[in-house]
């Protein structure tokens, strides 16, 4: 068995940072790069619920799409909303997404990773997950949960049994 190259899209949600800024879009960028899957659609929005779930739907809709990460705006503070803004989208949500990045997490952050309320479900045969904006975390989540599970030969199981390809 081959590994299935998938074709990713990648959000991130701040109010501050730019392309030149934006080192956890590019670290997943890279990683994604690196396990050879091709990032097909790349944008920074800010930290607003609509925006975020206008652009994740129209992502969700296009057939050739196959994973959306988002990253950023997953914490507690007023402005923090991607969770809230994603969750409605979601056909199935994956709960031990976000249960074991915050056991991973642990060792890095300490306790401090209770705070994290990192997400991910299927929604149109499209795998979705809303990962911290830290580039810390990025890795974390890319090289700890991310990397098997998007790898179709990784058994006994991983999300690309769920797409449909």
């Not at 994956?94 to 890095?108: A, H």
Request: with cysteine.
């Amino acid at each position: 068995m081959y590994k299935t190259p998938l074709n990713i899209a990648i959000l991130t949600v701040s109010d501050t940072r730019t392309t030149e800024t934006d080192t956890s879009g590019a670290k997943l960028k890279s990683c994604a790069a690196a396990d050879g899957h091709q990032v097909v659609a790349q944008q920074i929005v800010k930290d607003d619920r609509f925006h975020i779930r206008a652009v994740v739907s129209q992502w969700i809709h296009d057939s050739d799409i196959n994973v959306v990460l988002v990253t950023g705006g997953t914490g507690f503070a007023p402005r923090d909303v991607t969770p809230d803004a994603i969750a409605p989208l979601l056909e199935q949500k994956i709960p031990g997404f976000g249960e074991l990045f915050r056991q991973l997490s642990y060792d890095e952050i300490g306790t401090s990773t209770i705070q994290s309320r990192v997400m991910a479900g299927i929604s149109n045969q499209t795998f979705i997950a809303a990962i911290p904006g830290s580039t810390g975390a990025c890795s974390t989540a890319w090289t700890k949960i991310l990397s098997e599970q998007l790898d179709n030969t990784h058994k006994p199981c991983n999300f690309v049994e769920m797409l449909g390809l």
